[in-house]
């Protein structure tokens, strides 16, 4: 039987108002199929919740799919296996490394569904490494007509680099066809340096570790660096996380400090090079994903990997003259090119950079701001994070737009999945 879930739907940060519509969670493609043909609009799937766009607001069904996890079996030749797109992929990696598998990648957490993650363009860090998108080798959705079908290597082929990174615009996908690989070990390094090390190394560290990742601490000229590197060496024992507390130091230290911008400085510095460096072995997906128990909002753009820096450097240069109320770390990562028609990496590897604000601080001057200097260096925007990309935009930036919109207007000819957001997106 279907569910209703009794509270009113909002995403994780709260920064878009509680949605009226139930949040239904069907039980079968039958039921969910029925759901669909119920509605004549306004049918949004959701995920975990974790974009900040409103991708899903609506007034008319919320769709979660709880009951859509499964792990099929796993080819030992090919190493893809159908998942099921409403399953988190923190209870997904445990079962694929039981098994002797693991995601090749993941983001800074885990908490997301599959179909949630591949269907924003979710990327962690490496210059090597595509986003989770790349990974999708086939989906089975039900679509805005109501039709069951397969997009993949068997059927509707060519619509596989569309469905990759879809917004729930297509339809409502059940299962994931994914590319997994053998599961593996990494040794995490995290140390501090100086900004001028950092950005002089960056491109050093993008080539000679798997994964590399620098979180800039503002108004203090410091970075944190991470590297994750595959190693066979025994694990060690977890180190504690304490990313909570050291996020509310930085805040005590702003409330105090704001407008004593040379001590807080002098401070950050001394405290930040005093922090233990990290040295840890695990289970990949482990050691990739992490908790985020501060809430936050988030804008982050992907630039094009010879400008991503100088853009970082931009952002800095006004946060530190013009905001001393931020304190959240900005994160730079890179991620490998695609083609998927919608993802932000299609075309070439991009550098992301990304400026957060605590869940109680303004983050209007991300959009007047920040986000004019991202679009300057030739940005696009994360689709689940903070921006105010406007369908011109979106045309202008990414090649295959009216490839994509052409395909959602053949699978949901009548709008159904259709909310406000997506309508100007799309049919503008
Ligand atoms: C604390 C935090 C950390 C983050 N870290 C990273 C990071 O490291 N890297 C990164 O790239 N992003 C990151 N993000 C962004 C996040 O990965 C994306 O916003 C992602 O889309 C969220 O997944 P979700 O399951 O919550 O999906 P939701 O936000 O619920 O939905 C996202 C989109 O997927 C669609 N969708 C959901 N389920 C389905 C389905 N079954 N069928 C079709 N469409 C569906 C929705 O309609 C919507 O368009 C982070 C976000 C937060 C809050």
Redesign the pocket.
């Known amino acids: 039987m279907m569910e209703k879930a009794e509270k009113q739907w909002q995403?994780?940060?709260r920064s878009l108002p509680p949605s009226p519509a139930p949040v239904e969670t069907p039980s079968s493609v039958q039921e969910l199929t029925a759901l669909m043909l119920s509605h004549s609009q306004g049918v949004?799937?959701?995920?975990?919740?974790?974009?900040?766009?409103p991708?899903?607001p609506t007034k008319h069904a919320i769709?979660k799919?709880d009951h859509?996890s499964s792990v099929g079996d796993i080819d030992p030749l090919t190493h893809q296996a159908w998942l099921g797109?409403?399953a988190?992929l923190h209870d997904l990696s445990p079962q694929l490394s039981e098994r002797g598998y693991a995601f090749r990648n993941?983001?800074?957490?885990d908490?997301?569904?599959?179909?949630?993650?591949?269907?924003?363009?979710?990327?962690?860090t490496g210059k090597e490494l595509q986003?989770l998108a790349a990974e999708v080798q086939g989906v089975r959705?039900v679509t805005g007509t109501g039709e069951q079908i397969e997009i993949g290597d068997q059927e509707n082929t060519e619509w596989l680099s569309g469905a990759r990174v879809?917004?729930?615009?297509?339809?409502?996908?059940?299962e994931i066809k994914m590319q997994l690989v053998e599961r593996f070990k990494l040794h995490r390094q995290v140390w501090p340096a100086s900004n001028k090390h950092t950005l002089e190394n960056a491109e050093r560290y993008w080539n000679e570790n798997r994964n590399f990742e620098f979180f800039y601490i503002p108004f203090s000229d410091t970075s944190l660096l991470l590297t994750h590197n595959v190693t066979t060496a025994p694990s060690t024992p977890p180190n504690e996380d304490t990313s909570a507390s050291g996020m509310m130091q930085l805040k005590s230290l702003r409330d105090s400090l704001k407008w004593f911008t040379p001590l807080r400085r002098w401070l950050l510095k001394r405290a930040i090079a005093n922090e233990p460096t990290e040295n840890v072995i695990g289970e990949s997906w482990d050691l990739l994903?992490s908790e985020?128990n501060v809430?936050?909002n988030?804008m982050?753009y992907h630039l094009p990997v010879e400008r991503g820096l100088e853009a970082l450097e931009e952002v800095r240069h006004y946060i530190e003259t013009k905001r001393p109320d931020v304190f959240f770390p900005f994160e730079a990562?890179q991620t490998k090119g695609d083609d998927a028609w919608l993802s932000p990496f299609n075309g070439g590897n991009r550098v992301?950079v990304a400026v957060h604000c605590y869940h109680k601080d303004a983050f209007d001057f991300l959009f007047t701001d920040v986000e004019p200097i991202f679009q300057k260096y030739g940005g696009r925007p994360?689709?689940?994070?903070l921006n105010s990309m406007t369908a011109a935009q979106a045309r202008a930036w990414y090649p295959d737009f009216d490839k994509f919109a052409a395909l959602r207007r053949e699978l949901d000819p009548d709008g159904r999945l259709l909310n406000g957001y997506l309508l100007d997106l799309f049919e503008a």
């Open positions: 995403n994780w940060s949004r799937p959701v995920g975990s919740g974790h974009s900040w766009m991708l899903v769709v799919l859509f797109a409403g988190k993941l983001g800074d957490i908490v997301q569904t599959l179909a949630g993650a591949t269907s924003t363009g979710t990327h962690g986003g959705l879809a917004l729930g615009a297509l339809g409502i996908i059940t994903a985020r809430r936050f988030e982050e990562r992301s994360h689709w689940g994070k």
